[in-house]
Structures are given as C-alpha cells and as structure tokens.
C-alpha cells in the first residue's frame, strides 16, 4: 500500500506547477479577452431568456394587478 501511496503522490507532484510557473503563463490580454467573451455570453443568454418568456400582459399576477390599479383609478 505504501508504494501505490508514494507513486499516486510522486506523479501528483510531478503534475503540478510551482507559483514561478503560473506567473509565467499569466497574460493579462488572455485574461481580458475571456473575461469579455464571458459577459457576452451572460449577456446573449439574458436576452434570449427575455425573448422567449411571456408577455407581462399574459401574466396573471401582472395581469390581475393591472386591472386592480386600472378600477382604483377609474374610480376616483
């Protein structure tokens, strides 16, 4: 058990990247640039969700209070 415990953790070492080389992969234009391409995506998606979703008018929550406000108005 301990030789299949000490190879797992020496190919696990051997896989992971010390700091030096993390900063040196870092690109700030990389970075930004998916960043950007993220809130885009957030962004299609929101108004694709507002597209496809029902009029507030057919909504009956909406709908109900709308007449609500409507008669409270009309009757003053």
Known sequence: MYN???ALI???HRKTLSEQEILQMFN???VILRTMIGFAVLAVVI???SWTAE???ERP???AAA???AI???GQ
């Open 4 to 6: 299949l415990e000490a």
């Open 72 to 74: 409270s108005a009309g």
């Open 61 to 63: 929550q909406i709908a």
């Open 55 to 57: 009029p507030n008018s």
């Open 28 to 30: 700030p234009r990389e």
């Open 10 to 12: 020496y190919h696990w």
């Open 67 to 69: 007449q609500t406000y």
């Open 47 to 49: 108004l694709c969700l």
